[in-house]
């Protein structure tokens, strides 16, 4: 709904995470930006990945693209964050709220238990 927000706060026990951020530059940088999320990712005991992306200048297929292309068969859930109107959206990483940063947060340890379920179209 309009003037709305959302905020979500997980915590984990014995499961550990590793953030990375990078900026969007534009549409035709998704795919190098999913690269730059992945490769700032430390590979040893990832389990998954939580991807929060800014949802208007952004291509969501290449940038998880661009993920799966560095990571290989890591699990990647998130999205996008949206609007009514597709004008600005804004992400809250580890350097503050931006309207151009991308964050991808690795979730390691033998704890992890990762399941997933998606739904899309318009209702």
Do not use: K
Not at 27 to 37: I, P
Not at 39 to 66: H, Y
Not at 95 to 114: H, I, P, R, T, W
């Amino acid at each position: 709904s309009d003037d709305a927000l959302v905020v979500t706060a997980v915590a984990f026990e014995r499961v550990r995470l590793s953030a990375s951020v990078t900026r969007l530059v534009g549409m035709d940088d998704s795919e190098d930006a999913g690269r730059r999320l992945a490769a700032a990712l430390p590979r040893d005991g990832l389990g998954a990945v939580l991807l929060l992306s800014q949802g208007v200048q952004v291509n969501g297929s290449a940038l998880i693209q661009g993920l799966s292309a560095t990571l290989g068969r890591v699990p990647i859930s998130g999205g996008l964050a949206g609007d009514a109107n597709f004008q600005q959206t804004w992400v809250l990483t580890p350097e503050g709220l931006s309207n151009d940063q991308l964050l991808a947060v690795g979730l390691y340890g033998d704890a992890l238990q990762f399941d997933f379920g998606s739904y899309g179209g318009w209702g």
